[in-house]
T-cell receptor, first 113, second 115 residues
Framework: DQQVKQNSPSLSVQEGRISILNCDYT??????FLWYKKYPAEGPTFLIS?????DKNEDGRFTVFLNKSAKHLSLHIVPSQPGDSAVYFC????????????FGTGTRLTIIP | EAQVTQNPRYLITVTGKKLTVTCSQN?????MSWYRQDPGLGLRQIYY???????DKGDVPEGYKVSRKEKRNFPLILESPSPNQTSLYFC??????????????FGPGTRLTVT
């Protein structure tokens, strides 16, 4: 049972436009959410996170939005740059102190120059 | 340089031949984890460790063992590998204490093929 779902395996966006990556979850116990970025032949790197007490968190060009009632979060990248081309994983955790992270299946983002 | 290292990076082996994938971090992190990445399934946690001598199962622990005898090292052991363990494996570490412990640092990955 996939508790964290990324329904779009791939996404192509023109350089300079907004990229929106979506993630849905089913476990209502999840209270902390993260996005990771992965380039080929490298490990994932942490991008941005959000606690369930917030509905938005910004870091430069990256903004994560959380809609708890819909169990949905999204990552916005504005403006999109060629270096943003990568696979993006959404992840979630339940209860502080538990090191267990549940990841989604990933979305491959391609930025078209 | 702060990093998580894994060895080997690539490994082809045969069914039943015991193997160990090493993982080491130089950031004095308390938490360490192992994941496997498979097409269409994303990253799934195999085992994690909250400190020396403290380990626990993740989502897919069957067929794997781990140990945490030193803080910096967290080897993954496959006692009798099978073809369904062919995958890309990642080790990760993070520090405890705040929610930032979920912001894990990942190694470069080990691609394992079991024939």
């Amino acid at each position: 049972d996939q508790q964290v779902k990324q329904n779009s395996p791939s996404l192509s966006v023109q350089e300079g436009r907004i990229s929106i990556l979506n993630c849905d979850y089913t476990n209502s116990m999840f209270d902390y959410f993260l996005w990771y970025k992965k380039y080929p032949a490298e490990g994932p790197t942490f991008l941005i996170s959000i606690s369930s007490i917030k509905d938005k968190n910004e870091d430069g060009r990256f903004t994560v939005f959380l809609n708890k009632s819909a169990k949905h979060l999204s990552l916005h990248i504005v403006p999109s740059q060629p270096g943003d081309s990568a696979v993006y994983f959404c992840a979630a955790s339940a209860q502080f102190g538990n090191e267990k992270l549940t990841f989604g299946t990933g979305t491959r983002l391609t930025i078209i120059p | 340089e702060a990093q998580v290292t894994q060895n080997p990076r690539y490994l082809i082996t045969v069914t039943g031949k015991k193997l160990t994938v090493t993982c080491s971090q130089n950031m004095n992190h308390e938490y360490m984890s192992w994941y496997r990445q498979d097409p269409g399934l994303g990253l799934r946690q195999i085992y994690y460790s909250m400190n020396v001598e403290v380990t626990d199962k993740g989502d897919v622990p069957e067929g794997y063992k781990v140990s945490r005898k030193e803080k910096r090292n967290f080897p993954l052991i496959l006692e009798s590998p099978s073809p369904n363990q062919t995958s890309l494996y990642f080790c990760a570490s993070s520090s405890e204490g705040t929610r930032s412990s979920y912001e894990q640092y990942f190694g470069p990955g080990t691609r394992l093929t079991v024939t």
